[in-house]
């Protein structure tokens, strides 16, 4: 199980590794004028983008290989793989958050604008492992279909209105009070506490899988 779990590991590092090619490069053309205080959209699209196929194309054909691993290997170690699934995805969000924490200081933006650049660039790969992980882990073939179906329709309608929900999600941040902490501290906590439903799910669903 280990070794599974270290093969995904380094499989995962190289797409991080091109993954962060394809910010810079992207970043490179689309900053524009560093003194800019509104974040750069093509740059944000890029990284939701990225991040979202990331979080359930890649995410969901690992988990195919994978199953065909676990049930090859007779480990029983189920939470253990579940549970490297999981810290896969927080890698990529940790990641994303700090390619975007370094584009905010190069674009010196303000710090209500970092923090919503920051938490959403790691919001949409957690948020996506979120809501389609667990469905993942219960059995049948046919919810494999069923979730790429959901992931692209669901692509396509923040494509269609990226440019109004990003600037209103920006509204609400300095909205609040004056200070973008408060939102933050509910959006962070709000995330954990659906991953942590979702992994006992998991869980659940994968203990009573059949290999």
């Known amino acids: ?16 590794i091109a993954t962060l090619f394809i910010y810079f490069i992207f970043a490179v053309f689309s900053i524009g004028d560093r003194g800019t205080t509104q974040i750069p959209l093509t740059l944000f699209f890029i ?24 049930a090859l290997s007779g480990v029983n170690s189920r939470s253990e793989y579940v549970l490297s699934k ?21 674009l010196r933006l303000p710090a209500d604008v970092s923090l919503l650049f920051i938490l959403l660039s790691a ?15 219960f059995e049948g073939e046919h919810i494999r279909s ?28 300095q909205s609040a009070n004056g200070s973008p902490w408060k939102p933050s501290i509910l959006w962070v906590t709000g995330v954990i506490a659906l991953h ?8 659940r669903a994968f ?4 290999f």
Do not use: C
Request: aromatic content about 12%; charged content about 15%.
């Open 207 to 210: 203990q009573q899988r059949e």
């Open 196 to 203: 942590a439903v979702a992994i006992w799910v998991s869980l």
């Open 123 to 137: 919001s949409i790969p957690l948020l996506s492992a979120a809501l389609i992980l667990p469905i993942a882990f």
């Open 47 to 70: 990284i939701i983008l990225n991040s979202y196929r990331t979080a359930i194309w890649m995410m969901l054909d690992d988990l195919k290989s994978g199953f065909v691993s676990f």
């Open 146 to 173: 069923i979730i790429q179906m959901v992931g692209v329709s669901t692509l396509l309608i923040l494509l269609l209105n990226f440019r109004q929900w990003v600037p209103q999600l920006q509204e609400i941040f």
């Open 1 to 16: 199980m280990k070794a599974l779990i270290y093969k995904d590991m380094i499989l995962s590092k190289r797409e991080y």
């Open 86 to 106: 999981y810290a896969l995805i927080w890698i990529e969000a940790a990641l994303a958050a700090v390619y975007a924490l370094v584009m905010s200081l190069y």
